[in-house]
Every structure is written in C-alpha cells, then in structure tokens.
C-alpha cells in the first residue's frame, strides 16, 4: 500500500540554523501538507500545497518557513532560522484530490538546542 | 477562532466492551469529518471519515455525526488492548482544506 515517507526521522539543530525536512508524497497524489505538533499539544496545519503553489498557510507559517516541490516526488519543509519553540514532531501528509482524506507520513521529531 | 474539542481522558474500558469518544466543533460551515488514531510517538492514522448526518460503519468502528448539534462521535466495539491510543477528531471546512485538529482522547483498554 502507498505511503508517505519522511526522512530524516529525528533532526538535532542548534538555535538559529537551517533545517530542511523531506517527504515524499503518494505518488498519485496532488495535495502536499505540513503540520505539526508540540510535545503533548494537538496536530496543528501549518501549509497547505497545490500546483507547485502554497493555496493556504497558517499564522505559524511565518517567512522563516517555506516550503518546495523540488522534483517530481519530493516536497520539502525549510525553517530558515530555528529557534527553540520549533522543536515538535513535523507530519507531511497528502491527498489525492481537494476534499480527499489526508494521509500522513512518519513524522520527523525536530529538536532545536 | 475555529475549534475541535474532546475529552482528553483517559477513557478507561474493559476489554470487549465498547468504548465512546466524543467531539464538538465550533464551525457550523464544516463538511468533513475524521478520526485518526495516534500510537504514543507516532503519526495520525486515518480510521474513518464521515461525510453526512447519521451513522457510518466500518468493521468494528461506527462514526456518527449531528450537524445540527455539531457532534460527532466514534464507537469501538469489542474493544481490544491494541486499540489504545490516542483518537484525534478532526473537521475540515467547506471552504479550505486544512484539518483542524482536537486534542485527542487517550483510550485505555484494560485486559
């Protein structure tokens, strides 16, 4: 069965560093997500893509954050300057369509020294 | 501020027994409807979605949904020691496609 992968699974960066976290998506799929969550916190949405665009993003997703389809199977997460309060599990999901049910990835835990 | 609350538990149950957990949503514009199991450390795994009011089955899990009420609810019958973890609602408006998540009921299933 098609899953969405995520590597790496547990990122260790010092405050003020760049991190790029990498998902691959099902391939049939053309909705990319990201989102997070906070040690003991719900799932928060922090963007939503589409046709190599962001379609909707989050008051999280400030312009430390972007995100890229590099290829045609990756999709990536940067944090362009972590600070300590980024430290969180990372999901990407995907969809087929608009209104499809969301599969999510592994996750990759972020940890920000 | 759209919310998605639920009793964050645990709720403890008997194994075979069903167990009852319970969502609210502030959005009356929500369309979509999703429960997700999540296993400590792990990701959000879709169990059922539900679309329209009433009841919606799937083996031993039943989703029910009240719009009117802005409710929804999942049962798990004959529940197991392996069905404890975490349950996240989730809804998702009419007008975008970001889940919007409630803090999720740990369900603990007692041998």
């Known amino acids: 069965e098609p899953e969405v992968t995520q590597t790496p699974s547990h990122q260790v960066t010092q405050m003020g560093q760049e991190v790029i976290l990498r998902c691959v998506p099902i391939?049939?799929?053309?909705?990319f997500y990201w989102y997070r969550q906070i040690l003991g916190q719900k799932v928060e949405f922090l963007v939503s893509?589409?046709?190599?665009?962001?379609?909707?993003k989050s008051e999280i997703f400030d312009d430390q954050f972007s995100v890229e389809r590099p290829d045609g199977s990756n999709f990536t997460l940067k944090i362009r300057s972590t600070k300590l309060e980024d430290s969180a599990m990372y999901f990407c999901?995907?969809?087929?369509?608009?209104?499809?049910?969301?599969?999510f990835g592994p996750g990759t835990r972020l940890t920000v020294l | 501020q759209k919310e998605v609350e639920q009793n964050s538990g645990p709720l403890s149950v008997p194994e075979g027994a069903i167990a009852s957990l319970n969502c609210t949503y502030s959005?009356?514009?929500?369309?979509?409807f999703f429960w997700y199991r999540q296993y400590s450390g792990k990701s959000p795994e879709l169990i059922m979605f539900?679309?329209?009011?009433g009841d919606k089955e799937d083996g031993r899990f039943t989703a029910q949904l009240n719009k009117a009420s802005q409710y929804v609810s999942l049962l798990i019958r004959d529940s197991q020691p392996s069905d404890s973890a975490t349950y996240l609602c989730?809804?998702?408006?009419?007008?975008?496609?970001?889940?919007?998540f409630g803090t999720g009921t740990l369900l603990a299933v007692q041998p």
């Open positions: 539900i679309y329209s009011n």
């Open positions: 391939s049939n799929h053309l909705y």
């Open positions: 999901a995907s969809s087929e369509g608009y209104t499809d049910t969301q599969y």
């Open positions: 959005d009356r514009g929500s369309q979509s």
């Open positions: 893509f589409y046709n190599n665009e962001i379609s909707e």
């Open positions: 989730a809804v998702k408006g009419g007008a975008t496609n970001k889940l919007i």
